[in-house]
């Protein structure tokens, strides 16, 4: 249990700092319907700490960031859908589409009600497996009445995120600024992420500080909701008679949304093989921090 927070509703949930779900948190992150918050493992909270330990050092002279302690990560999995002989989507076409990861008013306000990452901290990203390519470009504010409307570079910057490496992704990144008094507004966006290889896998932790914390069932990890899933959030489920229907089920056992997917077009011994890869190439990245 949290201390500032009520008691769980029931003895299966339990209270977890999330990021991008619930209520008040429209931060970029994941459908409460295909969210899944487990408990940071022992290899995440060393690296956590790690990691910011180094921030601490590295940034102690800067006042424009706050270094707190990481209290969650996200894990990204990238790899191709695509089958070799299968499919018109081309592998250089973009996974990730650009984003900022937090929300703020054209004057640079941080927005407290739409974020749950904590204001002016780092996101830290640690890459494990093949190499994937990101890209940032900068936005100006239009400077007719279309107040909210924002034009995008053409020239964009590529990021390489080979395994083992460090990217922080600076608040002040992403937060409207001016660089001259009466200049125009501009800020940046990242994503565009290409990773252009069939059975290859690039897997990303994204640590963050954040301030959000939901329900979550202790063993699943889903999101609690006090009422059943809607029926149209739910994807189609096959009924005994092989017709589509949607069921009104508790969030709790909903499945994980591409498990169909991994274990059978992806192909089974590849997953596994990626997930033997992955456990050899986690020591070599811890040794690098």
Known sequence: TTPDLPAPEREDVVWRSCYGVGSGSRSVGIHPRYSTTREMTLAMKITAEEIYQYLRKRFISDNSVVIHPFNHVTVLFYYQKIEPTKGTRKLSQPMLRYHTDNVYSKDGLFSHNSNSQMENTFTAVLTLGDVRELHFRRQESATNERKNKWISDTNTLPFSMEHGSLFLLHPHDEKPTRTKPKGPIHR???????????????????????????????????????????????????????????????SGSLAEPELDFLLHKFHRENLIGVDERLKELWPSVCSRI
């Open 188 to 250: 940046y966006q990242h994503g565009h992420v290409k990773f252009p290889h069939l059975y290859k896998l690039s897997a990303a932790l994204a640590l963050r500080t954040v301030t959000s914390k939901e329900q979550v069932h202790k063993d699943t990890g889903k999101l609690f909701m006090e009422e059943p899933t809607l029926p149209q959030m739910l994807p189609p489920q096959q009924s005994s008679d092989g017709n589509d229907t949607h069921n009104n089920v508790e």
